[in-house]
């Protein structure tokens, strides 16, 4: 009820007038994701500064680890999550936002957190495209396998386009920063600094503006936080484990566990928006969010362990050569005496 009917009302009786809904949300998401695809490109411009071409090629010609990558791709973490969706007894449509997740590429956010775990950017950004070009073919099989349990996959909409967008918001970028590094090495260096600290940065904006623009999506059941809790920690994990069985070294274990564990959310987040009603939305649509910030804790955990690890290496260097020189100086007294 009001006493003045607006003027953007479309149905009015007296003083009783009805607003259309705002598409703030709508206009604003819009917005944001054009601005974080630009930075993103700009990011993996700088990450591409960090690849050797004759090493890319390499990881190609003899794709060992891109093939153990594809095994925890589209073998450990769609079983994974069909199990977790099966011990939590979840409803239907949670247990198949929990296997498109399990189902997805890697993220490029993976490439990001490698370059600070200083793991193998090579093979991390190679792993990454594969996975989004084998993603067109293995996520309709996957989801066809895992989901016949609840529904018909003929029902969930796959967006081929945005699997598209990503893996040229990932080849292009990479491809210039290559260029710039074999053309212009220092100044590759600076863009690296400068791109790097820019990626991590984004990292958490993304997370972040999920949160707020989806507020209204966070009362859901306590298993799905537990799921998207664990369910990170699990991939990292089994990444890890499956790359050091196979004997890789530990930078390329690091490289194949956050390649494992780090799903791209986004895609997840249309593929749900564009398969199923807002009613089944509201029990479901924060699984993506929930995954995305709890995949980010554990690479913001990796990051700090691995800052630490370093500092203490060095300190203990650094001790090792005052112990030494102390050594060297004693001796030099002695034989002056």
């Known amino acids: 009820l009001c006493l003045v ?46 690849v050797d071409a004759k090493k890319l090629w390499g990881h190609i010609k003899r794709p060992w680890g891109i093939f153990i990558g594809f095994l925890c791709q589209f073998g450990i973490m769609p079983f994974t999550a069909f199990a977790l969706s099966l011990a939590f007894n979840v409803l239907p449509v949670q247990a198949i936002v929990i296997i498109i997740m399990g189902c997805c590429p890697g993220g490029s956010s993976s490439n990001i957190i490698c370059f600070w775990l200083d793991g193998d950017m090579d093979l991390s950004i190679s792993m990454t495209a594969c996975s989004s070009i084998l993603a067109l073919g293995m996520m309709p099989l996957c989801l066809l396998i895992y989901t016949s349990l609840w529904t018909s996959a003929d029902t969930i909409q796959i967006p081929y386009d945005s699997i598209g967008i990503t893996l040229v918001s990932i080849l292009i970028p990479v491809a210039l920063g290559m260029y710039l590094k074999h053309k212009k090495p220092l100044l590759a260096k600076k863009v690296l ?87 089944e939305l509201e029990v479901m649509f924060a699984f993506p969010l929930i995954y995305s910030i709890f995949q980010l804790v554990v690479a913001l955990m990796s990051v700090g362990g691995e800052s630490l690890t370093c500092r203490h290496t060095n300190s203990q260097g650094w001790a090792f050569q005052q112990i030494s020189l102390f050594q060297v100086i004693i001796k030099t007294r002695l034989s002056l005496i």
């Open 5 to 50: 009917c607006l003027s953007n009302a479309t149905v009015c009786s007296g003083t009783d007038c009805l607003v259309p809904p705002s598409n703030f949300n709508d206009i604003l998401s819009l917005v944001l994701s054009i601005v974080l695809t630009t930075m993103l490109a700009m990011v993996m411009f700088a990450m591409g500064c960090t």
């Open 193 to 279: 600094k400068v791109g790097s600290i820019v990626g991590f940065a984004l990292i958490i904006i993304i997370a972040v503006v999920g949160g707020v623009l989806y507020q209204s999506s966070w009362t859901i059941a306590p298993s799905l936080w537990i799921i998207g809790t664990i369910y990170p920690f699990i991939g990292f994990g089994l990444g890890f484990g499956l790359a050091r069985f196979v004997g890789q070294p530990w930078y390329r274990c690091r490289t194949i566990a956050l390649e494992t564990g780090f799903q791209n959310a986004q895609l997840c987040s249309t593929i749900v928006q564009l398969s199923f009603s807002p009613a």
